[in-house]
């Protein structure tokens, strides 16, 4: 009976074991290469498989995700032969299952010795300004390499990144002097343009200041002619206003008497102002044109008191 149950419990592990064996999951985003007896049977794909125990294996297991592989720091000699030390970043992902594992004994450091001699290559022909404006020629140009190699390993290489680029200190001392230089003649260049734009504007502003002045000034010509010209004209007027009742005057009786008597006023009293701001004495250069005009004036003035006093007698 023991016996029985011994035999009975080999049987049950070995019926455990042959399924565990029999049985493979497999996760989402892999694949699994069967042999059979030592030769590529099959590839499993994700979810519950069966293969037979011990006669078929899985002998490779692949990630079909994108993975990055760092590629080591290496030293790159440029076209104007300046060392250049360079380091980047590999995406790459496995289409072919069976090819990865049967192209390459190590499809990854494949991968990296051929990118690490591909980007010698391309730095080699290439100067070192260059190599810091062309990063995505550099980056292109790996990829394409690789690409087609890595075909026949069952893998795509998806892109390429460079991480840094380290030139010697002295190359970058002579970098850092000659980005100095170059911000130090922009800067000179800057404030000369600021220099020639803060006189043009002053210039500008001068010509636009004397042309309004100008024109503030012929403005105002033009008004002061105007009014001169307006108080000529007011002028005239009134003279030939005072030019017509005066006429008109003198043409009623007793007008051209009035008239004599006036002047002979305004004669008189221009001698007298004259007699008290000189000391010398003036007399007429004709002086019987004056008595004459002085008797007019008497005359006149005594027919203008006869006048007023007849009709004061008659009244009594």
């Not at 049967?102 to 051929?114: D, R, V």
């Not at 140009?141 to 200190?169: C, F, H, M, Q």
């Amino acid at each position: 009976m023991e016996y029985f149950g011994s035999f009975a419990l080999v049987i049950f592990v070995i019926a455990i074991v042959f399924v565990f064996k029999t049985i493979n999951v497999v996760p989402q985003q892999h694949a699994w290469v069967v042999e059979r007896l030592g030769k590529y049977h099959s590839t499993l794909g994700p979810g519950l498989s069966i293969v037979v125990p011990f006669i078929d294996r899985i002998a490779y297991k692949h990630v079909l995700k994108e993975i990055p592989l760092d590629v080591p720091p290496q030293v790159c000699i440029t076209r104007d032969n300046t060392q250049l030390q360079v380091d980047g970043i590999l995406y790459f992902q496995i289409t072919d299952a069976m090819r990865a594992s049967y192209g390459s004994s190590n499809y990854i450091a494949a991968i990296t010795q051929l990118a690490q001699t591909t980007l010698r290559s391309v730095i080699g022909k290439m100067e070192l300004d260059k190599t810091f404006e062309e990063r995505d020629h550099i980056n292109t140009a790996i990829v394409n390499a690789i690409d087609e190699s890595a075909a026949n390993w069952g893998v795509k290489v998806l892109r390429y990144e460079i991480k840094d680029l380290t030139p010697p200190k002295e190359i970058l001392h002579a970098m850092q002097a000659q980005i100095t230089a170059e911000r130090e003649k922009r800067a000179l260049i800057a404030a000369s343009e600021g220099r020639k734009q803060e006189q043009i504007n002053i210039a500008t502003g001068e010509r636009e200041a004397s042309i309004a002045k100008s024109e503030g000034e012929k403005q105002a010509s033009i008004n002061r002619a105007q009014g001169q010209a307006a108080a000529i004209l007011a002028i005239a007027q009134a003279s030939s206003e005072a030019l017509r009742v005066t006429a008109a005057a003198i043409r009623e009786p007793g007008g051209s008497d009035a008239m004599n008597l006036k002047v002979a006023e305004q004669y008189v009293a221009a001698f007298s102002q004259l007699a008290k701001t000189n000391n010398s004495v003036i007399v007429p250069a004709n002086l019987g044109d004056m008595s004459s005009l002085i008797a007019s004036a008497l005359q006149v003035m005594k027919s203008q008191k006869t006048d007023i006093v007849k009709p004061a007698s008659l009244g009594k």
